[in-house]
Nanobody, 125 residues
């Protein structure tokens, strides 16, 4: 059974940092793009960052570029999201997702068929 499990969410003050992790199991992810999405209350789920199986191709939404860094272990089944200079508008449930590299776009929610349960990130003073 394919499974993605996120960890590392929590409460942080504005300007602070937080690191999320996601571990995949139950399948082979060596040709999969893995990504982070987020969904705030009342808003649509949006892409935050993605990293392809080559470990070098990365994708970021403009509002997080320069503040967030996505990385992936050489075993290719664990990704992390290092978040810095966090803002209240970063508050959301963050989801890990996976898709075959060649399928769809790394930015599009519909391209991803495997999802984690999500972890809450709250940025507040």
């Amino acid at each position: 059974q394919v499974q993605l499990v996120e960890s590392g969410g929590g409460l942080v003050q504005p300007g602070g940092s937080l690191r999320l992790s996601c571990t995949a199991s139950g399948g082979a992810f060596d040709t999969f793009t893995m990504a982070w999405f987020r969904q705030a209350p009342g808003k649509e789920r949006e892409n935050v960052a993605a990293i392809a199986s080559d470990l070098y191709s990365t994708y970021y939404r403009p509002t997080v570029r320069g503040r967030f860094t996505i990385s992936r272990n050489s075993n290719k089944n664990t990704i992390s999201l290092q978040m810095s200079s966090l803002k209240p508008e970063d508050t959301a449930v963050y989801y890990c997702a996976a898709k075959p590299d060649a399928f769809g776009s790394p930015y599009d929610t519909w391209s991803y068929r495997t999802w984690g349960q999500g972890t809450q990130v709250t940025v507040s003073s």
